[in-house]
């Protein structure tokens, strides 16, 4: 685990054979049947009548009612990027998982899954667009892991990158080769995944960036901490006020009683003191 700590919801959804099942390996579990499931149904009734009744299509979703279109489509990944994929979804999502929780990182998923299948459906009604592949929200994953360790080194194909630098450089190659096929509904998703990983880790307070998002959002926390903790919140103190609150309940209930935003606020804080002792 990279983080000195980790959320107190990181805990395994079930046990099987005395082994713990976390989200993840849950999410690698269906993916590998899924993906066993496709190959022994393209190997009877041919790819054609499989992808069709996979693919993500809006008229299909609308029209027809065929609303399972909006999951079905990643369950298709070709046999090179599945590998891949589920490399990157252990690796990333183990992280992710310790640091955000069960709970936030099953919304998580289930944003890159969704998200973008509906924003590809909008898109669809004015310009009719179709899509099949999951890769784009396990690469979701990947960011969402990046934005909260911007700073990890990586060692991907003998190359040295901060876990923010292979974010775009990763970014910019699918971008590529979706431009250069004329996938269009391709980079869509790609992107839609890619903002939803980046957005949701910084909605819960992980990562920099977007100040004018998370100053908005911090200051609901804090007025909400403070209710909460009885303090009373001067305007332009909300900040520390916060941070004495979550502090205080350090004191009375210990650390383990922190939730992820207030882990994420601490954590923040903590930098903000370091940036400013290094200058």
């Known amino acids: 685990m990279l983080y000195h700590e980790q959320s107190e919801d990181y805990r395994p959804l079930f046990w099987l054979g005395g082994r713990p099942i976390y989200v993840t390996t849950l999410l690698i579990i269906l993916h590998v049947i899924a993906f066993v499931v496709t190959a022994i149904c393209i190997s009877f009734w041919g790819a054609i009548d499989v992808y069709d009744a996979l693919t993500l299509d809006a008229y299909q979703v609308f029209y027809r009612g065929e609303v399972w279109r909006l999951l079905s489509y990643v369950i298709f990944m070709p046999s090179l990027w599945f590998v891949f994929a589920m490399g990157f979804l252990y690796f990333a999502g183990r992280e992710a998982e310790q640091f955000v929780g069960r709970k936030t990182f099953l919304k998580l998923y289930a944003a890159l899954i969704f ?14 667009q179709q899509h099949l592949g999951g890769t784009e929200s396990i690469f979701g994953v990947f960011v969402a892991f990046a934005t909260i360790y911007p700073g990890v080194v990586l060692n991907i194909w003998f190359v040295n990158l901060t876990t923010k630098g292979w974010a775009w ?30 957005g949701g880790m910084r909605f819960i307070g992980a990562g920099y960036g977007m100040g004018w998002l998370t100053d908005w959002i911090e200051e609901r926390r804090a007025q909400q901490l403070a209710r909460k903790h009885n303090i009373k919140l001067v305007q332009d103190k909300k900040t520390t006020e ?10 009375k209930q210990g650390v ?15 930098m903000n003191l370091l940036k400013r002792d290094n200058s």
């Open 115 to 128: 998200v973008p299948a509906l924003i590809l459906c909008l898109v669809g009604l004015f310009w009719p």
């Open 169 to 198: 450089v990763l970014l910019a190659i699918y971008s590529l080769i979706d431009l250069s096929s004329h996938d269009w509904s391709g980079l869509i998703v790609l992107w839609a995944c890619a903002g939803v990983g980046y």
């Open 242 to 251: 916060s941070i004495d609150a979550i502090l205080d309940k350090i004191s």
């Open 256 to 270: 383990g009683s922190l939730d992820t935003q207030e882990r994420a606020a601490l954590e923040r804080a903590r």
